[in-house]
């Protein structure tokens, strides 16, 4: 038996509301915040932070190799954006792909629940 969803106040069947799951970018947004250390990672970079991978390591107690793993998860996911400058590569929060995902979350939440 299907479970019957409000979908724009009608209501309908879930198979047939023709309903689309989450945007493969938001499933990678949630991937990334998934982890607790990850979490704590994006603390760091609060008020339009810039900080390189040695910064992160050593804010967040991890070893270079680790933050280095952690920003590229990040950065994946949308989370926070990156960019070279000499040899260095500098991370920051990427504002604009997080609140699309949290948007996309927001409204499928809001039509599936």
């Given amino acids: 038996m299907a479970r019957e969803v409000s979908a724009g106040g009608a209501q309908c069947s879930a198979p ?4 689309v799951g989450l945007a493969p970018a938001t499933h990678e947004f949630l991937k990334a ?7 704590r990672i ?17 804010k967040a107690g991890v070893g ?3 933050a280095s793993q952690q920003l590229d998860l990040l950065r994946r996911g949308g989370i926070v954006t ?10 920051r929060a990427d504002k604009g792909r ?7 979350l ?8």
């Avoid at 915040?33 to 979490?39: F, I, K, N, V, W």
């Fill in 16 to 19: 047939a509301c023709g309903q």
């Fill in 33 to 39: 915040l998934a982890s607790p250390t990850r979490q």
């Fill in 42 to 58: 994006m603390l760091l970079f609060a008020d339009g932070a810039e900080l390189s991978v040695n910064e992160v390591a050593e």
């Fill in 64 to 66: 270079q190799s680790a």
């Fill in 82 to 91: 990156s960019r070279r400058d000499g040899k260095s590569v500098i991370y």
């Fill in 98 to 104: 997080s609140a699309a995902a949290l948007a996309d």
């Fill in 106 to 113: 927001q409204s499928y939440l809001q039509n599936c629940c």
